[in-house]
């Protein structure tokens, strides 16, 4: 509690105003999806009938969460502009390999989830295999949204753990079963702009605390020391840099191994393209939304290393607060009133938007491929509404108790990426090869997926018990990356070659080919225009990003 109430903030009528208004209107909006919501598609994936830009900024924003916010300033703190790496290598060629090459394959197979896919490709073991695994995931990585929002409520009232947990899983839970994906959708484009305009002026107003940006450069220079402002700097091997990291292990286990499994087969993500009303509009849901991801650092990176200039103690073992306090430590400190209400507004939503979009997933995969083929199979469509949303309410009551897992760590990103390395890496061996190679079989996804999972579960155990000594959590999560798709692929590879794989018949729109990677699918008006070419967007995308790497490069 000395912590809780050293977090205070010190809100007035009008900060509580600005969050009762904020409240209200995503109710409403959340009532006014309801309308929409007719049958079991509607609840899952807004009936794909969403337009290109709603769903890119919904695909931003469901990654926006909290975590982002809290856990990316975190990462700030603690390893400097290092952490770029994890906008610019591991997320934008990913994100543009998704909305290029694999979502015609998503969208064209009309199925309701990742893992629904590997029910047509593979077979029903490798299908029940990977829902129960995403479902596992899921229901972890809202935890960690619970325990965000928790910090949140702590230095806004002083409110225990346990009872900050519960008032936010309750609300989160009533604008979903309400509303379903729509309501969840539309508040997550809602969510972005309101998390954007809290973020800004902690920034501006952060680096005025600093005095300026040259003020900002002298203080790290004098403080961490000037690797803190380099990307690139002392990652040769056998160097020494924050991250623990080496080019390496910065390029495949996080720029291929960790950046491809999360963005590709990670359905909180996906299902927001899916939800897009043609596939011209779900291509280009990840690369419209590529554009604003790698400008996001300069809002919540920044933020964090400025927190460890204003508060060297932040992190320190025995002290007051950890990396996560880093955004509500400059909060309590910064801004005034009225923009304190905004600020903590766009927390607020922040954490809605992440603990959403992985209860929606959760409940998707859940319902469509678990309880749908294997529990009661041949129900009326109705049956499987009612599931969906008592199945959201189980989500966010199991949300609740994984909450006090990610509390253990003082850094939350780095548990967030140690879940990834766990169950997104593997997954998306097991659907690359799945997709590139017609020789793979179902019993080569099955063992090659569980053997995938266990292997950097394995790793992590001999990392923390001090079998296996690296430098940091993140260091260790892109080793245990590359050890997860390498182990996926030594598995299935030799048992794939051993065991008979589908007739070329049952093979079609489900392994790549140009003609359907490259297909457009049914055009609406507009689809054709040049600035909404896929490639254009993609491209320039990738192009963008590698100047935004140059600054951190020197």
């Given at each position: 509690?000395?912590?809780?109430?050293?977090?205070?903030?010190?809100?007035?009528?009008?900060?509580?105003?600005?969050?009762?208004?904020?409240?209200?209107?995503?109710?409403?909006?959340?009532?006014?999806?309801?309308?929409?919501?007719?049958?079991?598609?509607?609840?899952?994936?807004?009936?794909?009938?969403?337009?290109?830009?709603?769903?890119?900024?919904?695909?931003?924003?469901?990654?926006?969460?909290?975590?982002?916010?809290?856990?990316?300033?975190?990462?700030?703190?603690?390893?400097?502009?290092?952490?770029?790496?994890?906008?610019?290598?591991?997320?934008?060629?990913?994100?543009?390999?998704?909305?290029?090459?694999?979502?015609?394959?998503?969208?064209?197979?009309?199925?309701?989830?990742?893992?629904?896919?590997?029910?047509?490709?593979?077979?029903?073991?490798?299908?029940?295999?990977?829902?129960?695994?995403?479902?596992?995931?899921?229901?972890?990585?809202?935890?960690?949204?619970?325990?965000?929002?928790?910090?949140?409520?702590?230095?806004?009232?002083?409110?225990?753990?346990?009872?900050?947990?519960?008032?936010?899983?309750?609300?989160?839970?009533?604008?979903?079963?309400?509303?379903?994906?729509?309501?969840?959708?539309?508040?997550?484009?809602?969510?972005?702009?309101?998390?954007?305009?809290?973020?800004?002026?902690?920034?501006?107003?952060?680096?005025?605390?600093?005095?300026?940006?040259?003020?900002?450069?002298?203080?790290?220079?004098?403080?961490?020391?000037?690797?803190?402002?380099?990307a690139w700097g002392g990652t040769g091997f056998g160097q020494d840099n924050?991250?623990?990291?080496?080019?390496?292990?910065?390029?495949?286990?996080?720029?291929?191994?960790?950046?491809?499994?999360?963005?590709?087969?990670?359905?909180?993500?996906?299902?927001?393209?899916?939800?897009?009303?043609?596939?011209?509009?779900?291509?280009?849901?990840?690369?419209?939304?590529?554009?604003?991801?790698?400008?996001?650092?300069?809002?919540?990176?920044?933020?964090?290393?400025?927190?460890?200039?204003?508060?060297?103690?932040?992190?320190?073992?025995?002290?007051?607060?950890?990396?996560?306090?880093?955004?509500?430590?400059?909060?309590?400190?910064l801004l005034p009133n009225g923009v304190l209400g905004l600020a903590v507004?766009?927390?607020?939503?922040?954490?809605?938007?992440?603990?959403?979009?992985?209860?929606?997933?959760?409940?998707?995969?859940f319902t469509t491929d678990i309880w749908r083929p294997y529990l009661k199979?041949?129900?009326?469509?109705?049956?499987?509404?009612?599931?969906?949303?008592?199945?959201?309410?189980?989500?966010?009551?199991?949300?609740?108790?994984?909450?006090?897992?990610?509390?253990?760590?003082?850094?939350?990103?780095?548990?967030?990426?140690?879940?990834?390395?766990?169950?997104?890496?593997?997954?998306?061996?097991?659907?690359?090869?799945?997709?590139?190679?017609?020789?793979?079989?179902?019993?080569?996804?099955?063992?090659?997926?569980?053997?995938?999972?266990?292997?950097?579960?394995?790793?992590?155990?001999?990392?923390?018990?001090?079998?296996?000594?690296?430098?940091?959590?993140?260091?260790?999560?892109?080793?245990?990356?590359?050890?997860?798709?390498?182990?996926?692929?030594?598995?299935?590879?030799?048992?794939?070659?051993?065991?008979?794989?589908?007739?070329?018949?049952?093979?079609?729109?489900?392994?790549?080919?140009?003609?359907?990677?490259?297909?457009?699918?049914?055009?609406?008006?507009?689809?054709?225009?040049?600035?909404?070419?896929?490639?254009?967007?993609?491209?320039?995308?990738?192009?963008?990003?590698?100047?935004?790497?140059?600054?951190?490069?020197?």
């Open positions: 509690m000395l912590t809780a109430d050293g977090l205070r903030l010190s809100m007035n009528w009008m900060d509580n105003l600005i969050l009762i208004v904020y409240f209200a209107v995503v109710l409403g909006i959340a009532l006014a999806a309801k309308r929409s919501v007719r049958n079991s598609l509607d609840f899952f994936l807004s009936g794909r009938s969403l337009p290109a830009w709603v769903t890119g900024l919904a695909f931003v924003s469901a990654n926006l969460g909290a975590t982002e916010i809290l856990g990316m300033a975190a990462n700030g703190a603690q390893y400097g502009a290092y952490t770029i790496h994890w906008y610019l290598i591991g997320a934008i060629p990913a994100m543009v390999f998704l909305g290029l090459v694999m979502m015609p394959f998503y969208y064209n197979s009309k199925v309701r989830s990742v893992p629904e896919f590997l029910l047509l490709r593979f077979s029903r073991s490798s299908h029940l295999l990977s829902a129960a695994l995403f479902a596992v995931a899921s229901v972890l990585i809202a935890g960690v949204n619970l325990y965000a929002l928790a910090i949140v409520l702590r230095a806004l009232l002083g409110w225990p753990l346990p009872v900050s947990i519960g008032v936010a899983g309750v609300f989160v839970l009533a604008y979903i079963i309400i509303g379903g994906l729509s309501s969840a959708i539309y508040n997550e484009v809602l969510q972005f702009f309101v998390i954007v305009a809290a973020l800004v002026p902690l920034t501006v107003l952060g680096l005025a605390r600093v005095g300026g940006i040259g003020g900002f450069i002298d203080h790290v220079f004098a403080g961490p020391g000037p690797e803190f402002l380099t924050p991250l623990g990291a080496n080019w390496l292990t910065i390029t495949l286990g996080l720029g291929f191994a960790v950046s491809f499994g999360y963005w590709t087969t990670n359905f909180a993500e996906v299902q927001r393209s899916l939800s897009a009303r043609n596939l011209s509009a779900a291509r280009r849901t990840p690369l419209i939304a590529a554009f604003p991801k790698m400008f996001i650092p300069l809002i919540v990176v920044l933020p964090g290393i400025i927190a460890l200039l204003v508060y060297p103690q932040i992190g320190q073992a025995g002290g007051a607060y950890d990396y996560n306090d880093a955004i509500p430590l400059l909060m309590r400190d507004t766009g927390l607020m939503a922040s954490f809605m938007a992440g603990m959403a979009a992985n209860v929606s997933s959760f409940n998707t995969v199979p041949g129900m009326p469509d109705a049956h499987y509404l009612r599931v969906g949303r008592v199945v959201t309410a189980v989500g966010v009551l199991a949300g609740m108790g994984t909450a006090f897992i990610a509390a253990s760590f003082s850094n939350i990103m780095n548990y967030l990426q140690t879940l990834f390395s766990f169950f997104n890496v593997p997954l998306f061996a097991t659907f690359i090869l799945a997709l590139f190679w017609k020789r793979m079989t179902a019993k080569a996804g099955f063992y090659g997926l569980l053997a995938g999972t266990i292997a950097p579960i394995t790793f992590y155990v001999a990392y923390k018990t001090g079998v296996v000594p690296i430098a940091t959590d993140q260091g260790a999560n892109m080793i245990s990356s590359m050890i997860a798709f390498t182990v996926d692929v030594a598995v299935s590879v030799p048992v794939a070659l051993a065991t008979a794989p589908k007739p070329d018949a049952e093979l079609r729109g489900l392994v790549y080919t140009r003609a359907a990677a490259n297909d457009r699918g049914e055009e609406l008006p507009g689809d054709s225009a040049w600035y909404r070419r896929p490639a254009l967007l993609g491209w320039g995308a990738i192009v963008l990003a590698a100047a935004c790497y140059l600054p951190f490069s020197f």
